[in-house]
């Protein structure tokens, strides 16, 4: 079907190139060339060339970059969206094709619904709906006249220009065109960005290349073509110069020119690339390009120092380079560093006025005199014991044939004698305990930070980081009375479940400001005793405790859903688990002798088939008050159960106490797990 033009269409082909264009050196004409296999032609065919500026901001790393620039808060996919607006966008390596580039334009496709073939391309899995969150946030920040900021990144090779970091800051864009084009059979999502300060040269321009047009020079008269689908009287801009096609993808007509599916090579069409929309005030950015994040911290108050905001990153005022809050006290520049890559001499560390405990704490006297708790049955219900270990409430979960958690419960008495956990709480903020956030060595995405701050004393220990660790002979004075009192609390504890008691030789204490927790995980390195105990100090946490998740569904996780993922060598088969019953009548029949390994794992198989695995419910939760003392002991209670602690105020500190066993250690760390407590460091449980 002939599409029927609207009152005003022109023969685009026909218009001269006006005023406002960006000449184009001979290599950048050729890139508007956009057939699949054209972009890599091109950029083989031409040197890479130097860009003429530096960008306002930058960083080496996603995280980094996340952390310090609000308007880009996204660690995976090339969009920051939020509530319906797109803020941010990068443009790296998966423009797709069609794509282009130059000093103030950019088309790109939007993300989503994507799979790589097996040349690495990414090919659309499914068609993108004009219904997804980031097809209605680009619309949105379009039609609220909201500028986004473009980042580029070095894998990006439309640009064909060497970037000087991995991220790029360019500038604030606005939205011009949201449309849908063909992608093999499927349909996807096409942006065009046009730069939002025409009068200045942007960064990324060739080194050399003359400046843009002033804006008095500017024709802001040049429109693209727009024309009425016969079909379905949607109204199309002409974007390439083989012929206007209707973009409505609902439309019979959508993506033919003339009633026939268009050419493999594509160019965009003049009028497309050079209109410019005239300056128009209403287009702003919801944020500052780079924000000036320390001008809004006062560190004379208070509760600036551990808020939430105070542990965004900022970009270093220095080199402009985007960086974490590593520190206790603050950020420097070099610690985020790529190392062989020159350091940057800024720091910045904060005044860490202390925390009163009177902020963290909720309760109207601080504590109570006897706590009463209230348990969920939804959950173990442990022995209390209000008796033994008077003033404490003694409560115990016992996890049959794995190990027993004992929660010591503080209280007013407790907390405020000269010395206890009022004081230390106090005392532990006083000087630098050389508390740092580390990288997880196993995270999924790569270079991510701890959600809290850690340093250990004592015997070297690793746990979800590695952490260089301080001898006892440097620890401050509250880090041996707390030793003091998690000596007691696991002797107690231990004696209590009729265990064996090694006095521990290590301290890890965590800090955590506001927001910040420990997810998911197990104390059960192979150089650690069976026991571990933790002292709180400050803000109240939640702790839960669960089965792992391949004890839990019998098998290790699959990615395929209802796969079965491989089974376990040697099921323990514990209280609660998936099909509880049916595996372990299977593993009597297996041990008796009465099936082979194959009948076992063949009709495990058959039991966990076509069930999704998923992860176990919760089995125990804490609530942990400042003062409180947890043991968990037992090596199987951290082979098989993991456990997180997600606190609930500005600032908390866990200071978990174990022993490390010395044939482990390089005999030159041995000495650092020595210690000996004056007599009022060694705690009477009062
Ligand atoms: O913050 C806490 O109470 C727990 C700390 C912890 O899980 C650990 O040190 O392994």
Known sequence: MSPRTTANRRKATDRPVRAGRISKTKKEQALIKVSPKGLKLVESENPIEQVCGAPPAWSEGRQQLCDAIPWFRCTQGAMYHSEGFCYGFLIDADGGIRSYIDE????????????????????????????????????????????????????????????????????????????????????????????????????????????????????????????????????????????????????????????????????????????????????????????????????????????????????????????????????????????????????????????????????????PIKRAILFDQKFSIPEIDDISFFPYRKLTYNLEGVGSITHFVSNRTINSRKNGPDDLFVNLQRGDLGLKRFRIQSSLVAGTLTSHFAVNYGMPYKYVVSVDSKGFDEAPEAMLRTLGRLSWATEKAVMSSGGTYLPPNELLTLGYFEEMKIGFHDDGESSLGPSIATFSLGAKATMLVRMKYKYFNGATRRVESNAVGNLLQNDPVLKDCKFEAERRELKEEFNAGEISQEDYDDSRRALFKGHKGKEAPTTIKMELHHGDLVVMHGENLQKYYEHSVIPENKLRFALTARFVKPDHVNANEIKKGEFSLTPDQIYDGK
């Not at 849908?180 to 960005?193: A, T």
């Not at 008095?216 to 801009?237: A, H, V, Y």
């Not at 300056?279 to 000036?292: E, F, I, K, N, R």
């Open 104 to 367: 103030e334009i950019i088309v790109t496709r939007i993300g989503g619904c994507c799979t790589k073939d097996s040349e690495g391309n990414l090919v659309l899995e499914k068609n993108q709906d004009p219904g997804t969150a980031l097809v209605q946030s680009i619309i949105g920040s379009q039609e609220s006249k909201l500028a986004v900021g473009l980042v580029i990144g070095s894998n990006n090779k439309v640009l064909n220009r060497r970037l000087p970091h991995r991220y790029n800051i360019m500038d604030w864009f606005r939205v011009t065109n949201v449309w849908f084009e063909k992608l093999g059979q499927k349909h996807c999502v096409k942006v065009r960005f046009e730069k939002l300060n025409l009068a200045e040269k942007s960064w990324w321009a060739a080194k050399d290349s003359p400046l843009p047009l002033p804006l008095q020079q500017r024709n802001f008269e040049t429109k693209m073509e727009s024309i009425m689908c016969q079909s379905c009287s949607t109204e199309s801009p002409r974007i390439y110069n083989e012929g206007w096609m209707c973009l409505d993808p609902s439309c019979v007509d959508f993506w033919r020119i003339e009633n026939v599916s268009p050419p493999v090579e594509l160019t965009f069409h003049s009028d497309f690339l050079n209109f410019r929309s005239p300056p128009d005030p209403a287009v702003q950015p919801s944020y500052s390009l780079v924000p000036d994040l320390l001008s809004t911290l006062d560190e004379n108050a208070t509760d600036v120092s551990t808020s939430r905001i105070a542990w965004k990153g900022i970009v270093c005022p220095m080199c402009f380079k985007c960086i974490r809050r590593t520190f206790w006290q603050g950020w420097k520049c070099d610690d985020d560093s790529v190392l062989g890559q020159e350091s940057c001499p800024f720091q910045k560390f904060m005044n860490m006025t202390p925390v009163s405990l009177r902020v963290v704490l909720d309760h109207f006297e601080l504590a």
